[in-house]
T-cell receptor, first 113, second 113 residues
Framework: ETGVTQTPRHLVMGMTNKKSLKCEQH?????MYWYKQSAKKPLELMFV???????ENNSVPSRFSPECPNSSHLFLHLHTLQPEDSALYLC????????????FGPGTRLLVL | DQQVKQNSPSLSVQEGRISILNCDYT??????FLWYKKYPAEGPTFLIS?????DKNEDGRFTVFLNKSAKHLSLHIVPSQPGDSAVYFC????????????FGTGTRLTIIP
């Protein structure tokens, strides 16, 4: 595997479900990001992790819970989501301090019913 | 309040001609600007960037122009090729390793053979 991978690529869940999105980077980076892209809206930064430590939480509701066990892996745990949380969730990685060269994964398309 | 705006959701250009994608920003603290390109089912990929100390940056067929007084930047692609058909996102940030990227909503470019 190369670059940034995300699983699953598609996810349908009910509002009472608990699910997790997974991101893995094979680039030796030390910063990882979660973004949300809703229809006809800009990419919105959700969380930033530098060296496994969360450095930014962009006022994200607590029903989204990130986890970064090491510099190569990033999770987004989902619980009691709302239909308006349906979106494309993108993971990215970079070297700390080099945000411009963020490498993105293909995203997880999430549908909340 | 959207700080980075791409007012054209779509653009069609004949193959071989010039494609011009536009982006406006409102935050005068932005001093670093980027363009990303996104194919369907893939994450965005970094294309080209420019800092506020320059007004032009060129990389092969791609040139970005920055007009700070107008808070406007544009991406020129010449000559346009069918493989350039994608969604193009403009992004901006302040200088400094921890400044987050603020994205526009994207412009879908279609190159007509």
């Amino acid at each position: 595997e190369t670059g940034v991978t995300q699983t699953p690529r598609h996810l349908v869940m009910g509002m009472t479900n608990k699910k997790s999105l997974k991101c893995e980077q094979h680039l030796g980076h030390n910063a990882m990001y979660w973004y949300k892209q809703s229809a006809k809206k800009p990419l919105e930064l959700m969380f930033v992790y530098n060296f496994k430590e969360q450095t930014e939480n962009n006022s994200v509701p607590s029903r989204f819970s990130p986890e970064c066990p090491n510099s190569s892996h990033l999770f987004l745990h989902l619980h009691t989501l709302q239909p308006e949380d349906s979106a494309l969730y993108l993971c990215a990685s970079s070297q700390v301090g080099r945000k411009e060269t963020q490498y993105f994964g293909p995203g997880t398309r999430l549908l909340v019913l | 309040d959207q700080q980075v705006k791409q007012n054209s959701p779509s653009l069609s250009v004949q193959e071989g001609r010039i494609s011009i994608l536009n982006c406006d920003y409102t935050n005068s603290m932005f001093d670093y600007f980027l363009w990303y390109k996104k194919y369907p089912a893939e994450g965005p990929t970094f294309l080209i960037s420019i800092s506020s100390i320059k007004d032009k940056n060129e990389d092969g067929r791609f040139t970005v122009f920055l007009n700070k007084s107008a808070k406007h930047l544009s991406l020129h692609i010449v000559p346009s090729q069918p493989g350039d058909s994608a969604v193009y996102f403009c992004a901006a940030s302040g200088l400094g390793g921890n400044e987050k990227l603020t994205f526009g909503t994207g412009t879908r470019l279609t190159i007509i053979p």
